[in-house]
């Protein structure tokens, strides 16, 4: 897709990363946009010794925020591999505190995040 504003047009890319910017004058610059975050980020983000102690936001694309805690079962590293991860959400976040219970967890895409961000405590 080409849409054209003033001096810029903007192709959007198959990419679901990158969007391209070309001038009119011919020079390209590119503008990285992350449209979800990879499970490097993530990780990164849940590792944090705050974010393991705090319920998380987790925004998506498609859907509306929800606070949730991200748990580590046997299957993590191959989850996390593939970008997947075990969510437990809402009500349900002390149910897993007194519990352990795997059953109230959800797998969520990782592709369908866009932001992570700590909770108010």
């Known amino acids: 897709m080409i849409f054209k504003r003033n001096d810029i047009a903007v ?22 946009q992350n449209l979800f975050m990879t499970n490097d980020q993530i990780e990164k983000f849940i590792s944090n010794e705050d974010a393991s102690k705090r319920n998380i936001t987790i925004h998506f694309k498609t859907r509306n925020p929800v606070v949730g805690v991200f748990i580590q079962t046997a299957d993590y590293k191959e989850l996390k591999s593939k970008n997947f991860w ?12 007194k519990s352990q219970d795997v059953s109230v967890a959800r797998i969520f895409n990782g592709a369908e995040i866009t932001k992570l961000t700590l909770s108010a405590a």
């Not at 990363?17 to 503008?31: A, E, F, Q, R």
């Not at 075990?86 to 505190?97: C, D, F, L, M, P």
């Open 11 to 32: 192709i959007l890319c198959s990419s679901p990363v990158t969007h391209n910017l070309i001038h009119k004058t011919g020079k390209i610059s590119y503008l990285w």
């Open 86 to 97: 075990r969510i437990v959400t809402g009500a349900s976040i002390e149910i897993w505190k």
